[in-house]
Nanobody
Framework: VQLQASGGGLVQAGGSLRLSCAAS????????MGWFRQAPGKEREFVAA????????VYADSVKGRFTISRDNAGNTMNLQMNSLKPEDTAVYYC???????????????????WGQGTLVTVSS
């Protein structure tokens, strides 16, 4: 499975961006898709994830209330709506696919099997 992330760009603080992650094939079995980010000089960190089926969502505390993760009905695309962006949200954002998801580990990068190439989000102050 190949994942293609898109939608990054430059935005002012307080603005919005919508990231998308397209999978090369539809995964019909139970799985989770997530977003992670890595800022310059920092470790990769979890942002949000969504389980299929069921739609259970998990968010990092730092983005709760500002970011919303969603999936399209066809199951090939995942989106991350990012509102009220802050300079500290600046990072490369990666999407990932977990084929054996467990709710308690959806925020762990080591649980994911496939990764996209990343898309850069820059928030200016």
């Amino acid at each position: 499975v190949q994942l293609q992330a898109s939608g990054g760009g430059l935005v002012q603080a307080g603005g919005s961006l919508r990231l998308s992650c397209a999978a090369s094939q539809r995964t019909v079995s139970r799985h989770a898709m997530g977003w992670f980010r890595q800022a310059p000089g920092k470790e990769r960190e979890f942002v949000a994830a969504i389980m299929w089926p069921g739609g259970a969502r998990v968010y990092a505390d730092s983005v709760k209330g500002r970011f919303t993760i969603s999936r399209d009905n066809a199951g090939n695309t995942m989106n991350l709506q990012m509102n009220s962006l802050k300079p500290e949200d600046t990072a490369v954002y990666y999407c990932a696919l977990d084929l054996r998801p467990i709710l308690s580990t959806m925020s762990s990068g080591t649980a994911y099997d496939y990764w996209g190439q990343g898309t850069l989000v820059t928030v200016s102050s």
